[in-house]
């Protein structure tokens, strides 16, 4: 156990509090200690699946000692009992396991043992070096592997001799002065003795190949015990202290290894299974393997953990794959970042690997300002774009059976969590993956007292099997068309599993990360816009129109999905919100709008402000109060600018849209003091002046790195009712997708108010504009809907569908109210609603009088 789930378990985590209750109970603090966790453990009520963690847990940290798995010492490596235990529980019947980042072998030989094929992937020369060399020995006859211990039993009896019969490589030596300097790894006896085993294993290796293979791995195992340094997590040099207590000897730890080696050839069991290897780069998988896998089970880089390659650079150096400066770097930018000084502008900035799951932008957002160095945001990044293309990989070598069991631990920088679980599993669940078990391996708490875990995940795809067909008002004629639509098979998965309400979808940050592009009270979740468009929408190259888009989300969600997307909308904020999204940005083309708008805040902020204009803007608390003065000043220079310049490309949307986002919010990237992000409530804190070019520039740079890419279908954001005259080029659609204001529900225009007088409203817009809105029109009759519908009607294709979704309360039954106008038009084929009374939206439970979400499906006739 770790020193945190110690603690946990007896109640204590001040070691004086322990003492003095120990004194109180006149018992030595080891027996009270001891008796505290007796107690805990007989009180433990076993709940279901307790076995199994239990299982899991006791044989994580185990394996010393089992035959092979002491060849080669391998940090933060899993033993061959943790294996095997997971594939019993989660894949009996796999024939052919995968380990992608299979460090010293244990999970394709565990797989090998047990008769199945272990395919393996491994980015470092030498844990390719020591699976290949346990895999030949499991796969030698007893005879052969009898006849290679007695050698190398032979090899440590004589060894001193051995090596002195022997000259040192040359060549060897050449390469340590060229890519090594400073101290020396060795002392000279040890160095000379090295350089000699070399030229044993050379010649051994002619004579007999597998036992210089062997030899080779007793030397690597003796390298660092041999050496002047010593692991401790990461390779460094032994103190003093350490020398003194026992002084490094190279021959004496080859005998050793020699010994344990032979000793292991002896009792391993042969493998009635095969292992191979698949290539080096888990990034490539799906180009290596010809066929799926069964199960994968793996545990990839740490964040921020171990150096392997710095780790084993004396093994690599033996091995004659070091032999010039700097070669280690080439090794760490073949490989995926994990470590702090792998970092590099290139593989942070993603090199084309697709976008991130919201899940993460918030934790680089608070990396970005607070960490203590501005590389943990550019390696928590480029890890996760590089592990994204990973389990891409992981998709492409799966079949609908497929295990995947994932080893992972989180971590955590000065008061920023990193939740990696969680972001490998929406990485997994954009993949198709639903993670069916999270199994707590080990707890720990990090220095500044955040409690930590290592984890295993189980995933399995995600399973569409065949559907009902709804309950339909249009008949049995529509019933029977339905059957043949595949589109209304989608629907109806939709219905019957609720996939927002469930797993890593269920999360408010679910989605690309320009969903969060700027926040918003009242947008539309993103994973319903997602599922809505993948259902009704054809396989590619379709035309959708949302008539009520507000910042976007469901045509952004089309436009992502392959298909030409439109969107209306009355709020001038949510309309450049969605411009961004949808309408084509250049990079060069933001850059302009950045620099001409800092020339005309330098410019206008030296003009002193109309604060009784301002103070008239009032809804939380006046807006002046909302910022330091010089802030101000430079928000309504800003203000002023885009007034003059209207948003009207997405490039310009795009700068409009970040400076929107970072207007209110609780987070130092936010230009005011400490309000709320989603809705500006009544600040608070001390007046800090916040510059608006360098939070803006910060935010667009975010955005840019995120861009969902220039080859998706081209979209339109229109400013335009819904209720008026719809444009002719919204037209031949294959859908209407769209959410009106609920009844009674969130009023836009007080919840957006600071980013709606930003957009260009003055005092006396609150009070007349919102009268032309809808959410206030319906109030007062719901026949306002009858020219959407009816224009619905007339822009959709043969047998084109129209879902709307809707909000329930005990005043309005919006569903009962628009099907009867919407019948007026079209057919109504669907109607069912979902409780959302346990839901809530960014840490505000207020949504209204809401109780329910509703759904209508029509269809054209």
Excluded at 177 to 184: C, D, L, V
Excluded at 185 to 204: G, M, P, Y
Excluded at 587 to 609: F, M, P
Excluded at 690 to 716: F, T
Aim: aromatic share 8%; net charge positive.
């Amino acid at each position: 156990m770790s020193s945190y789930t110690v603690r946990r378990i007896i109640g204590y985590e001040l070691f004086a509090e322990l003492e003095q209750a120990a004194t109180h109970a006149q018992s030595p603090v080891a027996t009270y200690v001891r008796a505290l966790i007796a107690k805990s453990a007989n009180g433990y009520v076993h709940e279901k699946g307790a076995d199994r963690r239990t299982a899991l847990q006791a044989t994580f940290r185990g394996g010393k000692g089992s035959p092979l798995h002491d060849w080669f010492p391998y940090l933060e490596g899993y033993s061959p009992d943790f294996v095997g235990s997971i594939i019993s529980e989660f894949a009996v019947t796999a024939k052919t396991i995968l380990d992608p980042f299979c460090g010293s072998g244990t999970t394709a030989l565990v797989s090998a043992l047990r008769g199945r094929k272990g395919l393996y992937a491994e980015v470092n020369p030498v844990c390719q070096f020591v699976i290949s060399a346990k895999a030949s020995a499991l796969a030698m006859s007893s005879r052969k592997r009898q006849d290679l211990s007695k050698r190398l039993l032979e090899i440590h009896d004589d060894l001193l001799r051995t090596l002195k019969s022997e000259l040192p490589d040359v060549t060897l030596r050449n390469a340590y002065e060229a890519a090594f300097s400073g101290r020396p790894s060795f002392d000279d006896t040890s160095f000379n003795q090295i350089l000699r085993a070399r030229t044993v294993a050379d010649k051994l290796s002619v004579d007999n190949p597998a036992l210089g293979v062997l030899f080779t791995v007793a030397v690597l195992r003796s390298l660092v015990p041999g050496s002047l340094m010593i692991r401790r997590g990461d390779l460094r040099f032994r103190t003093t202290r350490e020398l003194s207590r026992e002084r490094p000897c190279f021959v004496s730890a080859l005998q050793e290894s020699l010994r344990i080696i032979a000793s292991d050839l002896i009792d391993a069991e042969a493998a009635s299974g095969t292992v191979q290897f698949i290539g080096a780069d888990a990034r490539q998988l799906s180009a290596n393997l010809s066929a799926p896998v069964d199960a994968i089970i793996t545990s990839p880089p740490y964040l921020n953990g171990t150096n392997y390659f710095r780790n084993t650079k004396l093994e690599l150096w033996f091995l004659r794959q070091l032999s010039v400066k700097n070669q280690l770097r080439t090794y760490r930018d073949a490989a995926i970042t994990s470590g702090i000084n792998d970092v590099t502008v290139g593989k942070s900035r993603g090199n084309g690997m697709g976008a991130l799951p919201s899940s993460l932008i918030e934790t680089i957002e608070a990396l970005e300002e607070d960490a203590y160095d501005q590389r943990i945001p550019m390696m928590v990044e480029a890890y996760f774009r590089e592990m994204a293309v990973v389990l891409q990989n992981f998709k492409a070598v799966s079949h609908k059976d497929t295990v995947v069991a994932i080893d992972l631990g989180d971590s955590c920088y000065g008061d920023i969590g990193v939740p990696t679980h969680d972001i490998i599993c929406d990485l997994m669940a954009e993949n198709g993956f639903n993670r069916s078990e999270l199994v707590v391996l080990r707890e720990r708490q990090s220095r500044g007292g955040s409690k930590l875990s290592q984890t295993l995940q189980v995933f399995r795809p995600l399973q569409v099997g065949t559907t009902k067909t709804v309950k339909t008002v249009g008949g049995a004629s529509a019933a029977s068309s339905m059957r043949a639509d595949h589109r209304i098979e989608r629907w109806n998965l939709f219905r019957e599993t609720l996939p927002h309400q469930r797993g890593v979808m269920a999360k408010r940050n679910w989605g690309h990360p320009w969903h969060s592009l700027c926040s918003y009270q009242g947008k539309l979740k993103a994973s319903i816009a997602h599922t809505l468009t993948r259902a009704l929408l054809p396989n590619e190259g379709g035309r959708t129109l949302d008539p009520f888009s507000g910042v976007g989300s469901i045509p952004f969600e089309a436009r992502l999905q392959g298909h030409t997307a439109f969107g209306f909308d009355i709020s001038p904020a949510a309309i450049a919100i969605s411009r961004a999204k949808l309408e084509p940005v250049n990079c060069s083309a933001v850059e302009n709008v950045i620099e001409a708008l800092q020339l005309y805040i330098g410019k206008r902020r030296t003009k002193s402000v109309d604060l009784d204009s301002l103070n008239r803007i009032r809804f939380n608390g006046p807006l002046p109060a909302y910022f330091h003065p010089e802030t101000l000043k430079e928000i309504v220079a800003a203000r002023e600018f885009f007034i003059k310049n209207p948003p009207l490309t997405g490039s310009e949307a795009l700068v409009f849209s970040a400076l929107l986002h970072v207007l209110h919010g609780n987070r130092p990237y936010a230009l005011s003091r400490r309000s709320h992000p989603i809705t500006p409530f009544a600040p608070t804190g001390e007046f800090e002046y916040r510059g608006v070019i360098d939070r803006v520039q910060n935010k667009v740079d975010r955005a840019l790195r995120e861009a969902a890419g220039e080859n998706l279908p081209k979209g339109k954001s229109y400013f335009q009712d819904a209720t008026g005259t719809w444009p002719d080029e919204v037209a031949d659609l294959d859908a209407i997708i769209t959410s009106p204001p609920f009844f009674d529900s969130t009023r836009f225009h007080t919840a957006n108010w600071m980013r709606l007088w930003f957009a260009g409203w003055e005092a006396d817009d609150f009070s007349e504009k919102p009268a032309t809105f809808v959410d206030e029109r319906q109030k007062r009759s719901f026949a306002i809907y009858d020219a959407i519908f009816s224009q619905g009607a007339e822009r959709l294709k043969p047998r084109g569908y129209f879902a709307v979704h809707l909000g329930k309360s005990a005043k309005c039954d919006m569903a009962g109210a628009l099907a009867a106008v919407g019948g007026r038009h079209l057919d109504l084929v669907d109607s069912f609603a979902e409780s959302v009374e346990h839901c809530e939206s960014h840490g505000i439970r207020d949504k209204g009088t809401v109780t329910h979400h509703q759904y209508l499906l029509f269809r054209r006739r």
